[in-house]
């Protein structure tokens, strides 16, 4: 199982340096629900900035609608936010601090081996701290 943060999903799609290649993965994809938010405030922001043109931002954005598919999304509770606002040892953001509660919450209910997909080096050590597996850094 592997649970994706929007740096892995942004980096394969915007097929920049040393991105992992999700379509090869085998095995059960999760996230929260903040992974479609994050990805898309990010192309519109690209599109506003001039980094993609509407041709490139239309092409993205049905890639990762079609990607979203693939990513079982789960729910933000007041459970998972409580969570978030625990100190985790390292400085971590409010979002990166919801992924990484909703992966916890999800990896105890569903006990399989769980990979933690991430290109934040922040990110990757809350993670390594709740003993996750961490690939992308």
């Known amino acids: 199982m592997y649970y994706i943060d929007a740096s892995v999903l942004l980096r394969f799609l915007l097929q920049q340096q040393s991105a992992i290649n999700i379509v090869e ?14 990805c898309r405030r990010t ?12 041709e490139k931002y239309l092409a993205l954005s049905e890639d990762l609608t079609q ?14 936010l409580n969570r978030a606002a625990q100190n985790w ?6 979002l990166d601090s919801i992924h990484l509660a909703t992966a916890i919450r999800y990896r105890e209910t569903h006990r399989d081996e769980w990979t933690f997909l991430t290109h934040d080096n922040a990110l990757a050590g809350g993670a390594r701290l709740n ?7």
Not at 25 to 38: A, Y
């Open 25 to 38: 993965l085998r095995g059960d994809f999760f996230s929260s629900e903040l992974l479609p938010l994050e």
């Open 43 to 54: 192309l519109v922001r690209y599109r506003l900035i001039q980094e993609i043109d509407d």
């Open 89 to 94: 040892g390292i400085v971590l953001g409010s």
């Open 67 to 80: 990607l979203c598919k693939r990513i079982t999304v789960l729910k933000v509770d007041s459970e998972i």
């Open 131 to 137: 003993e996750f597996r961490v690939m992308g850094v």
